[in-house]
């Protein structure tokens, strides 16, 4: 069982920054690839990034694709998701999932673990 903790959203103007954090519980994060989605109010849940297990690969919605980074730190049980450049359309709860395979992809359904979320609005 893997527990999943997000931090780090909150309120930033558009054009902003906003560095956010999963924590993972257990011994064998090293073993999941990592995933994050969102979802905005009215809409579907969908696919942002996802890392392999050792962060030697990546993948982005094209939407995101050259401001946002996702990163981990298996030392320390944590994924992040570095946004650059915000805009309203990434207004969001952005949700922490882990995959018990090497590489997970944009399915939701490859991941068994899901984090609460953490909001990020974008507003001036």
């Known amino acids: 069982q893997v527990q999943l903790v997000e931090s780090g959203g909150g309120l930033v103007q558009p054009g902003g920054s906003l560095k956010i954090s999963c924590v993972a519980s257990g011994r064998t994060f090293s073993s999941y690839a990592m995933g994050w989605f969102r979802q905005a109010p009215g809409k579907e849940r969908e696919f942002v990034a996802t890392i392999n297990w050792s962060g030697s690969r990546s993948s982005y919605v094209d939407p995101v694709k050259g401001r946002f980074t996702i990163s981990r730190d298996n030392a320390k049980n944590t994924v992040y998701l570095q946004m650059n450049n915000l805009n309203a359309e990434d207004a969001a709860t952005y949700y922490c999932?882990?995959?018990?395979?090497?590489?997970?992809?944009?399915?939701?359904?490859?991941?068994?673990?899901w984090g609460q979320g953490t909001k990020v609005t974008v507003s001036s």
């Open positions: 999932a882990a995959a018990q395979l090497d590489w997970a992809g944009w399915s939701a359904g490859a991941y068994d673990y």
